[in-house]
């Protein structure tokens, strides 16, 4: 039986909160239940169009492990476009809100609870492309546990596989304290998402409701350039960068990036 935690706690001083394992505490029964009035699967689902089933596709990828499934929105998308899917979550409240909105829709998801980190020790095999969206590898506060947790993505896949990743374009927060927009991921027209406290290894962020309800989320603010070059010196051979699901973009333009890093090697590069 799951605790029914309903209140996050950041302590006395909230922006001291730079730990990769208090993930698992922010996302407290109360915020994971209001989770897709945050997302609105259907304002996502337009806004993404088939970018990541073409992406998919276009590497051959079938087998995939979608390892920040959160409530299942990419998942159900993809098991419903015919890929065959597992479904990780470091939080057991959200897979068990990820299975209860599969279930909803007639699917039933394969589901492991991982911590990223030590993903092999729970996923025994390998698959064709490892997904990590909704700005979730922003979570590892840590250089030692991005470091960790891209090169168990990477020993996961197959010889050719592809790894897609997504984030916020905080170079235009940090740089240009632009607010991010609601276009294209967190879609709810009743939520407000907004950066509370922004420095160079913390941003924290305020989940507004319709009803009164506020949350925070605090998270690593990754730059883009970083977070490219993290990926190759694990392993990744070749890097894609997309703006908003658009290959060409203004540096400040983009609410999101989302990386397509190849395994597959590359002779010459």
């Known amino acids: 039986m799951l605790n029914k935690q309903t209140r996050q706690d950041y302590g006395d001083d909230p922006l001291a909160v730079r730990e990769s394992d208090t993930y698992q505490e922010e996302y407290v029964h109360a915020f994971v239940d209001k989770w897709d009035e945050l997302i609105d699967w259907d304002g996502r689902a337009k806004a993404e ?6 992406k998919l596709r276009e590497h051959g990828a079938r087998k995939i492990l979608d390892v ?3 409530t299942g929105f990419h998942s159900v998308q993809l098991i419903e476009a015919g890929f ?5 979550d470091g939080s057991p409240t959200m897979l068990a809100k990820a299975f209860d909105n599969a279930r909803e829709r007639d699917h039933i998801l394969r589901t492991i609870q991982a911590d990223w980190r030590w993903l092999n020790r729970d996923v025994h095999d390998l698959y064709d492309a490892v997904i990590c969206l909704g700005n979730s590898f922003t979570h590892l506060h840590d250089e030692n546990d991005r470091r960790k947790a ?21 170079d235009a927060i940090l740089d240009h304290q632009i607010e991010p927009g609601h276009d294209f991921y967190y879609c709810g027209d009743e939520v407000r998402a907004t950066p509370e406290h922004v420095d160079e290894s913390l941003a924290r962020f305020r989940y507004e409701f319709a009803d009164g309800a506020k949350f925070h989320l605090n998270m ?31 540096k400040a333009e983009p609410d999101f990036f989302i990386h397509v890093a190849e395994k597959k090697y590359i002779d010459g590069e």
Not at 84 to 88: C, F, K
């Open 150 to 170: 891209l090169a168990e993505y990477y020993a996961t896949l197959r010889h050719d596989g592809i790894l897609i990743l997504d984030q916020r374009n905080y």
């Open 84 to 88: 065959e899917v597992t479904s990780v």
């Open 49 to 54: 169009g088939d970018f990541f089933i073409e």
């Open 68 to 70: 920040a499934t959160g």
């Open 220 to 250: 690593f603010p990754l730059r883009k350039a970083y977070m490219e070059r993290l990926m190759k010196e694990v392993g990744f051979q070749r890097v894609t960068t997309y703006g908003d699901f658009k290959e060409t973009y203004r």
